[in-house]
């Protein structure tokens, strides 16, 4: 990230060049989140991520078809994504969002491969345990 940039800005960088990616770019650029988390847990910050980032990923994972339908390298995207969305603070930032992700993880169950079922479900136990 350019120290010129702000950190608002770098988010919706990344959602505007996932928006029109490939997917191999897209899977590096989930990677570089993904191994990044300690930006997206910057208080000012995490309300951008949601922002920016989250529509994309919500967008991403809800146009999927069933596991067994989907390419390996399109699996592994996704697998991305889920660990992003389960390494995301539950804290009162993320409540504007639990309703639309409580939705997306049920549906996830359904159609998605196994491994990444235990990650939804983990999202889900995560949301329950956090906003009783």
Do not use: W
Not at 2 to 26: K, P, Q
Not at 48 to 62: A, G, H, M, Q, S
Not at 63 to 74: L, M, R, S
Not at 107 to 123: D, G, K, P, S, T
């Amino acid at each position: 990230m350019d120290h010129n940039e702000s950190v608002s800005n770098y988010f919706e960088g990344y959602a505007r060049r996932f928006a029109r990616a490939d997917l191999a770019t897209r899977i590096k650029l989930g990677s570089e989140i993904r191994d990044n988390m300690e930006i997206i847990h910057i208080p000012n910050e995490y309300k951008n991520f949601l922002k920016y980032l989250f529509p994309v990923f919500y967008n991403i994972l809800r146009d999927g078809t069933k596991a067994e339908n989907v390419d390996p390298i399109q699996n592994k995207l996704r697998n991305i994504i889920l660990e992003i969305l389960n390494r995301l603070q539950f804290n009162d930032l993320l409540k504007q969002v639990v309703p639309n992700l409580l939705k997306l993880t049920y549906y996830l169950l359904e159609i998605e491969n196994e491994e990444n079922a235990l990650i939804c479900l983990r999202i889900i136990m995560e949301i329950h345990k956090s906003y009783r």
